[in-house]
């Protein structure tokens, strides 16, 4: 069975209270898509049912492109999670940012988040989900990015990124975004992520408690193994080749660093479940080929999925398809052609 990609429910509020104050009422989407109006953090939800949310409630808003960033200016108000209480009772902003890497997959199992340090930068990373090409995945991390943005600035009472970066492409008319002055809202990015100066890493958090974050790590690790327990080893390599596929560098080692296993316990795990490595590789590079045959040209797909060149990328596709990617890109294109004639087609 495919694995169903999941987010915590507790957005739906925050989004919930935006919509009101934008003068709509959200009541009849969240009833229409059976959400619940008060979730906690423990409740989940399919990727694709939040997206369908942010999508309705972007048609609700045609004149309000922006609309995922205002919502998470809104301060909170639910109670906190224990997640959320465990990184601000962190000492510094670099101990919260590596707890928020650490317990991601309390928070999503769609993509990973991680923290990457170099030269005089800290980059907090949102993998990017398969499904980005949907506007409601896009609003999802635009919200998640900006709504982390503002809990580290109430945190540490004022820190700002130097940079918000977004893969995926700004909206078209969209004008100015609602954003401080002082850091930079970027989209078309090699990554999404938050990037802060290095000097950050130890400001100092305002409600800093260590015995109250010794209290609940256990806690927090226990969740964190029933959240790993619930999800194969084959998704997650999967959940961290879709990352590494975009960056040029899907190889084995990387993908066991980003799980924190060594390479031999990956290999280990991936034979019991009666697999390799490869043989995921392959399927998510099959996947990721048919998304982007079309958007791109063939040349580019095969640098994007690390072949060494275009023929290497031909001899794979053709094992995969039993055709070149050429014939199936015009396959595909003359399908879809019919299909729209046979929509446009007047019934008797």
């Known amino acids: 069975m495919d694995h169903v990609p999941t987010m915590t429910a507790t957005v739906i509020p925050h989004a919930l209270r935006a919509a009101r104050r934008a003068g709509i009422d959200p009541v009849p989407v969240a009833a229409r898509l059976h959400l619940l109006s008060t979730p906690t953090f423990g409740d989940r939800l399919p990727l694709a049912l939040i997206a369908d949310f942010w999508e309705a409630m ?11 960033i205002r919502a998470a200016a809104i301060p909170e108000h639910e109670e906190l999670s224990l997640l959320t209480m465990f990184c601000r009772a ?30 005089d930068r800290v980059m907090l990373v949102f993998d990017t989900p398969l499904a980005i090409e949907r506007l409601g ?80 790590r256990p806690r927090l690790d226990t969740m964190l193994s029933a959240a790993e327990g ?83 990328f031909d001899r794979a596709f053709r094992r995969w398809a039993g055709t070149s990617p050429m014939h199936y890109l015009h396959g595909s294109t003359r399908t879809r052609a019919r299909k729209l004639g046979e929509k446009a087609r007047p019934r008797r």
């Open 230 to 312: 619930r999800m194969a080893t084959t998704d997650r390599v999967r959940m961290v080749l879709a990352e590494l596929l975009r960056s040029g560098g899907p190889s084995g080692q990387r993908a066991a660093r980003r799980l924190s296993m060594s390479w031999r316990s990956l290999q280990r795990h991936l034979a019991a479940a009666g697999t390799t490595f490869r043989a995921i590789l392959d399927d998510t590079r099959f996947r990721f080929a048919r998304e982007w045959l079309g958007e791109m040209p063939i040349k580019a797909v095969a640098d994007r999925l690390g072949y060494a060149d275009q023929r290497a």
């Open 90 to 119: 962190q000492e510094t902003l670099g101990e919260a940012l590596r707890s928020v890497a650490r317990y991601s997959l309390l928070v999503t199992d769609a993509f990973l988040i991680s923290v990457h340090a170099g030269g």
């Open 137 to 216: 995945v896009r609003c999802q991390m635009e919200f998640l990015v900006c709504d982390t943005v503002g809990c580290i600035e109430h945190a540490t009472g004022g820190v700002r990124p130097l940079e918000v970066a977004f893969t995926h492409s700004r909206r078209v008319g969209a004008g100015v975004p609602p954003w401080p002055a002082g850091s930079e809202l970027r989209y078309g990015a090699p990554r999404t992520g938050i990037v802060y100066a290095r000097s950050a890493w130890r400001a100092p958090l305002s409600g800093a408690k260590p015995e109250l974050a010794r209290t609940l």
């Open 58 to 68: 972007m048609r609700a808003l045609p004149g309000d492109p922006w609309f995922p």
